[in-house]
């Protein structure tokens, strides 16, 4: 009994509950409007059976996805976390074996793919890339400062994956958000590394922080951030979304410059770690500022945009 139940929390504190979850709003936002411009549903709510279980299939298989490549990575770290004994968010040292992070890898990322192909063969395409990107990602690591990009690309993808389930095209809007996010996460994934700066000296991992510096890491997070303010505003002036989005996801950009100037201002991993969980934030306000703007826009209440394309 023990032993389940000391395997069961190994999986929860390999799953990240309090940032993997932001993954759901996320991944919701996007498929709202995917559905919006490329479904084709009988309801004007999307109120309709079919849209909800996709849209549910979409969300579970996506967050599966995300939390089975923290299981890869904690399979790699395994041994040096198990032997600093520093990372107490990782399941090894927490009693639970390396073999045992593999088997959360294969339970959470089998159904992962499985849910992905089933909604989409390009879908469950775009799942295997995001797989060896965190593949490689993990095996590069302790070799290169930059490792992180693969971590970027893997995450960038997710909204190609998402449109594909409503149309084979590679969409613009698809591309758009595909731009935002990959310059979104750089500073989300920083921040949390300066989090663990000391720890990674330690442990002899390259990271930007222990190769350059907090300061100099925080002048990137704040360079990709303010360029994230830039694309929310592209996306305003070139799609569909209407001023509730606009208002939303503006507010959201500057907090994240507003994190990522007090972190050049104080170089702190204590600062690294409030930026690192308060920009998480930045997935809820985006999120919910998309899905209402959506929503409004399904129930004929919508707010005008611009769209200068059109």
């Known amino acids: 009994m023990y032993l389940a139940t000391s395997k069961?929390?190994?999986?929860?504190?390999?799953?990240?509950?309090?940032?993997?979850?932001?993954?759901?709003?996320?991944?919701?936002?996007?498929?709202?409007?995917?559905?919006?411009?490329?479904?084709?549903?009988?309801?004007?709510?999307?109120?309709?059976?079919?849209?909800?279980?996709?849209?549910?299939l979409i969300m579970l298989g996506s967050y599966l996805g995300v939390t089975s490549g923290y299981a890869v990575?904690?399979?790699?770290?395994?041994?040096?976390?198990?032997?600093?004994?520093?990372?107490?968010?990782k399941a090894v040292t927490h009693g639970i074996k390396k073999s045992i992070?593999?088997?959360?890898?294969?339970?959470?990322?089998?159904?992962?793919?499985?849910?992905?192909?089933?909604?989409?063969?390009?879908?469950?395409?775009i799942g295997i890339i995001q797989m060896l990107c965190i593949l490689q990602y993990s095996m590069m690591k302790y070799k290169s400062p930059f490792s992180h990009f693969f971590v970027v690309l893997a995450t960038a993808l997710m909204p190609m994956g998402v449109f594909f389930v409503y149309t084979y095209q590679i969409t613009f809007e698809a591309i758009m958000l595909f731009i935002l996010y990959f310059l979104y996460e750089p500073g989300?994934?920083?921040?949390?590394?300066?989090?663990?700066?000391?720890?990674?000296?330690?442990?002899?991992?390259?990271?930007?922080?222990?190769?350059?510096?907090?300061?100099?890491?925080?002048?990137?997070i704040f360079a990709c951030w303010t360029l994230v303010l830039f694309m929310s505003i592209m996306i305003f002036l070139f799609t569909n979304l209407g001023i509730v989005y606009m208002i939303?996801?503006?507010?959201?950009?500057?907090?994240?410059?507003?994190?990522?100037d007090n972190l050049i201002k104080n170089p702190d991993?204590?600062?690294?770690?409030?930026?690192?969980?308060?920009?998480?934030?930045?997935?809820?306000?985006?999120?919910i500022a998309m899905i209402t703007d959506i929503v409004l826009r399904m129930a004929g209440l919508e707010l005008p945009g611009v769209n200068l394309l059109f």
């Open 8 to 56: 069961i929390k190994g999986l929860i504190i390999t799953m990240r509950p309090i940032i993997g979850i932001v993954t759901l709003p996320w991944v919701a936002a996007i498929a709202l409007f995917a559905s919006i411009e490329y479904g084709d549903f009988s309801s004007p709510l999307h109120a309709d059976q079919s849209f909800i279980i996709k849209l549910l």
């Open 73 to 89: 990575n904690d399979y790699f770290d395994a041994d040096l976390d198990f032997a600093s004994g520093i990372r107490k968010d």
């Open 101 to 125: 992070l593999l088997a959360y890898a294969a339970i959470l990322g089998i159904p992962s793919l499985a849910i992905l192909f089933y909604l989409n063969i390009l879908t469950g395409m």
């Open 188 to 220: 989300f994934t920083l921040s949390g590394v300066c989090k663990d700066v000391e720890g990674d000296k330690k442990t002899g991992i390259p990271t930007l922080p222990v190769k350059y510096g907090i300061r100099a890491t925080a002048k990137l």
């Open 248 to 260: 939303g996801s503006g507010l959201a950009a500057i907090l994240l410059i507003i994190l990522a």
């Open 269 to 287: 991993p204590k600062i690294g770690a409030n930026t690192f969980f308060k920009s998480a934030g930045w997935f809820w306000f985006f999120s």
